[in-house]
């Protein structure tokens, strides 16, 4: 229940100042209670010219009790009433015109009864102009009026005004802020059995708002509030439950509070009861009942709930994992400003976790969950400034960012200050900082961290020089998995240093370190099997660690590697005669000899396909200047085909090529420098590298080239050019140019506009299966834009698209089918093809089958299932949308209220749908 606290404070805002809301109808003054009389009785009383009797009977037509609704009648007998100066007739009057129940409210009209009203001392009116000023409903806002209002309710003791007057105090608004007087009318209020004054007291004795803090005192007013059923009350008594803040800790207790106040829809409580059957507190554990209550909450815009869900869905514990619907709910949360959230979507879009990598959008949610003072987002801001993902780097808007989230005890973030002190990243190295940081996090524990402390204990870096100190931290970080602590235990162990010597436990530290790759634990173990160090000699042992340690490149390694197989002691070593051949010459030096060992490697051509082997070969013909191997070597380390990724390496290697004037390589500069794949995204530079590449005819460098001109990305905008370089890829058949040929024709950008060439363009990236073209040629002879109008050939484009999933397609073959062009007339089909564009979010598609459903055309007629679709619709923010929204309200006004609560529960189906499957994609 980690949110709770934080939960509680955010409530104090939005609960409290419910005080001050107009009031609901109901009966005021000292006035005779004729409420308990039949209709016809007080009708009687009213021929008979009672007063009393006619604001009664106009309270039972307004609503409705056991008469049908009828304002005008309700509005006449009101009227009656007031022109005799009834101060409740004229308080209801007021709030009828006020509260809109003719409609739009009139506050005008409203304003002018309440006035008369109050000036009866009628105390509900009284509260309610209080109400009216406090929130500027129709009146500027004043809340020094509106103290003056709710102050004369108050000496009336009208416990809504208590309230009301109450939080003004509390805020300062109006009134000098002053809690004691805020509390002292809250109480007011509550021993008027008023739940939500009884709550406000109880919550100012959680929070320090100038009342000194009391648990027990609070919770005696949570109880009172929540015994009366008051939601917020139970929610709060609950969370005094599960903190054992003012009553002994009971999640059993808490989790029955909880229930009913979830029960009654409360969202927050909704949200925490999910919480406790992810971690069975106060109930057995239930994932399906958690994912359940945070879709309940999640649904009415909670985002914690939406956070929630991205994690049972994310973790698949108790569903089935689902990325997709995880990344959707995280986006959601994400979106409506929760930080954690923010922060997590970040860290997809850093690995690329069901989203395309991307570096800018990683730092832009980074940035908005570190402006909240979210530790973590913090943490990952100043990742990105010390790595320079997305920005240039920079060590001291790192720090700071660092420093931010440290101070809030964040442990990746100690730990990353103690390195920057540790090795003198962004600022001075100061061994004494290092060490205070490092101990922080490691003392709460942070693996990375207690590794370096265990390495400044063994140097005596910082601290005195300590060998079992160091042994101590080496262990921690060993024993949670920490491959550099596990090697170093190995070797503490090995050389008895802050233990006593133990090869056979240095090896089994070794070996776990190994197994996940550290390759000096790897060397450390092949040389002690190979020389037999405190055990017998192992060669084939020994091969087997130093092949792993010589495949991440160890050099040491691979020369002892080569003394067991020259021993024949490794029959892993023999390969194809002719590969030997090559290899003896690529061993001797020669450059194309050893390219062609490499690329033999990489591509399994004569010998085992060996990403590792092959780097080391590349490598070998690289450093010669070899343009060939560079290329190669920097693509298969940004790629990582079958070596890890090493994105900066990479982009030097093809960078040393594209130096050469290799155009390949110079259009993957181009690539590198755009998205930031191992160098600084710097789009002049990418630009630059483009146009080096397509100056030497690379088709794809002249597509780029003309694409940076036509967006204007790291040059001036120029159409003309633009154009040019198109036309120049275009030619050499490249898709992509093919298709923005024809946008330039069709729009005229860079040449005269020209809607046959825009054809011809589009037609020949169609015929390479360019999806986006092959439309726009359909659309052309849909239209008549190519100079005639050819439905047959248009239908035969759409369906095209249209079996590939592409939406636009899908409508207008749907389009087609229900004018009858270029294919049979068919209603039922038409509906099937807008109903698969309608789902992928096409609002043109769902307001057709909002107009067919409700006509029964292609299907049968449904108005509830045309409401829900137009409502889908409307959720579009431009014209669509507001076309959408007229034809629903015109529906709306001819359904039933049972018919338009199934059609907002289909909409619910509906909208799910849509963006589970497709994200609301063309809109």
């Known amino acids: 229940m980690r949110q709770f606290i934080s939960l509680m404070a955010g409530l104090l805002a939005v609960i409290v100042c419910l005080g001050v809301c107009l009031p609901a109808m109901g009966g005021g003054g000292d006035k005779r209670d004729l409420s308990m009389l039949p209709v016809d009785e007080l009708k009687e009383l009213v021929g008979e010219g009672d007063i009393d009797a006619q604001v009664e009977l106009g309270l039972v037509y307004a609503l409705g009790d056991g008469v049908e609704t009828d304002y005008d009648e309700a509005i006449k007998l009101w009227k009656l009433a007031a022109e005799q100066k009834h101060d409740v007739a004229e308080y209801y009057l007021g709030v009828l015109y006020s509260e809109g129940w003719l409609g739009e409210p009139d506050y005008v009209e409203g304003l002018k009864w309440l006035r008369l009203s109050a000036a009866q001392k009628n105390a509900d009116a009284q509260n309610a102009l209080g109400s009216m000023y406090r929130e500027g409903l129709g009146v500027r806002r004043d809340a020094a009026t509106a103290a003056r209002w709710l102050r004369r309710a108050v000496k009336q003791k009208h416990a809504k005004a208590q309230r009301g007057l109450g939080y003004l105090y509390l805020m300062g608004e109006g009134v000098p802020a002053n809690p004691v007087e805020a509390l002292r009318l809250f109480k007011l209020a509550a021993r008027q059995k008023d739940a939500q004054a009884q709550y406000n007291v109880g919550l100012m004795y959680t929070l320090d708002w100038g009342i000194p803090v009391d648990h027990a005192e609070a919770v005696k007013w949570y109880r009172l509030a929540a015994g009366q059923g008051f939601a917020q009350g139970q929610y709060a008594l609950s969370g005094a439950y599960i903190l054992g803040q003012g009553v002994a800790q009971d999640e059993g207790a808490a989790f029955a509070w909880m229930q009913l106040s979830a029960d009654q829809g409360y969202i927050e409580a909704q949200h925490e009861l999910g919480v406790m059957y992810i971690y069975g507190q106060g109930v057995a554990k239930d994932p399906g009942e958690a994912l359940r209550l945070f879709k309940l909450a999640a649904v009415q815009g909670y985002a914690l709930s939406m956070h929630g869900l991205a994690q049972i869905y994310e973790d698949g514990e108790g569903v089935e994992s689902d990325d997709a619907a995880a990344l959707r709910w995280l986006r959601k949360a994400a979106e409506l400003g929760l930080a954690q959230a923010q922060s997590d979507l970040g860290v997809r879009y850093f690995d690329g976790q069901g989203v395309e990598q991307n570096g800018f959008e990683a730092l832009r949610w980074f940035r908005q969950s570190a402006d909240q003072g979210y530790a973590a987002g913090q943490y990952n801001v100043g990742y990105c400034y010390l790595q320079g993902v997305a920005v240039q780097v920079n060590p001291a808007e790192a720090v700071k960012w660092m420093r931010l989230s440290a101070d809030q005890g964040y442990l990746d973030a100690q730990a990353g200050l103690g390195s920057m002190y540790l090795f003198g990243q962004g600022l001075a190295k100061d061994d004494a900082k290092a060490e205070m940081w490092m101990r922080l996090a490691a003392e709460q524990g942070e693996a990375e961290a207690q590794f370096y402390l265990g390495g400044m204990y063994q140097e005596g870096r910082g601290v005195r020089q300590d060998f079992l100190q160091a042994m101590k931290w080496y262990r921690a970080s060993a024993e949670q998995g920490d491959p550099r602590g596990q090697m170093y235990v190995g070797v503490m162990y090995l050389y008895g240093s802050g233990v006593l010597q133990d090869t056979k436990e240095a090896i089994r530290w070794l070996r776990k370190s190994g197994r996940q790759g550290d390759v000096k634990a790897q060397f450390t173990l092949g040389e002690l099997y190979r020389l037999g160090t405190g055990i017998e000699p192992n060669y084939a042992e020994a091969a087997r660690w130093l ?45 194309d000899a050893q390219r062609g060992l490499g690329m033999a490697y990489l591509y399994g051509v004569g010998i085992a396909k060996d990403g590792a082997q092959a780097s080391v070969w590349l490598a070998r013909a690289a450093k010669q200047g070899d343009v060939v191997s560079q290329r190669a070597l920097g693509l298969q380390l940004i790629l990582g085909e079958d070596v890890a990724v090493d994105l900066e390496a990479g982009a030097s290697w093809i960078q040393k090529a594209a130096i050469q004037g290799d155009a390949e390589a110079q259009f993957l500069m181009g690539d590198v420098r755009f998205h930031g794949k191992g160098m600084p995204v710097d789009r002049k530079f990418a630009a630059r590298w483009y146009q080096r590449a397509a100056a030497q005819g690379h088709a794809g460098g002249q597509y780029k080239t003309g694409l940076m001109y036509y967006k204007g990305s790291g040059v001036r905008r120029n159409d003309g050019l633009a154009f040019k370089w198109f036309r120049m890829a275009g030619e050499q ?153 007229g034809m629903l309200k015109e529906l709306a006004g001819k359904m039933t209220e049972a018919q338009i609560a199934k059609g907002k529960r289909l909409y619910t189906d509906i909208d799910y749908r849509v963006h589970a499957n497709h994200g609301g994609a063309g809109r």
């Open 547 to 591: 092949r792993l340690a010589s495949e991440q490149g160890d050099q040491e390694a691979a020369k002892s590697l080569g003394l067991i197989g020259l021993s024949g002691a490794d029959p892993m070593q023999t390969r194809p005669e002719a590969v030997e051949n090559l290899r003896g010459l690529a061993e001797g030096g020669d450059r």
């Open 733 to 885: 058949g490249q898709v992509l140019a093919q298709h923005m040929m024809g946008v330039c024709y069709e729009k005229g950008i860079g040449v005269q506009a020209d809607a046959g060439e825009a054809l011809t363009w589009y037609r020949k990236a169609a015929d390479q299966g360019y999806v986006d073209s092959m439309y726009m040629v359909g659309e052309f002879f849909h239209s008549g834009r190519s100079g005639e109008t050819d439905y047959l050939e248009a239908a035969r484009l759409y369906r095209l698209t249209a079996d590939q999933g592409y939406g636009p397609g899908q409508y207008q073959l749907g389009v087609l089918y229900e004018k009858g062009q270029g294919v049979k007339a068919d209603a039922e089909t038409a509906t099937r093809w807008f109903v698969l564009a309608a789902e992928q979010g096409l609002g043109h598609a769902q307001i057709k089958l909002g107009e067919r459903y409700r006509e029964g055309v292609g299907v049968v007629k449904d108005v509830e299932m045309a409401y829900a679709w137009l409502k889908e619709a409307g959720r579009d923010s431009g014209a669509i949308g507001r076309r959408a929204e």
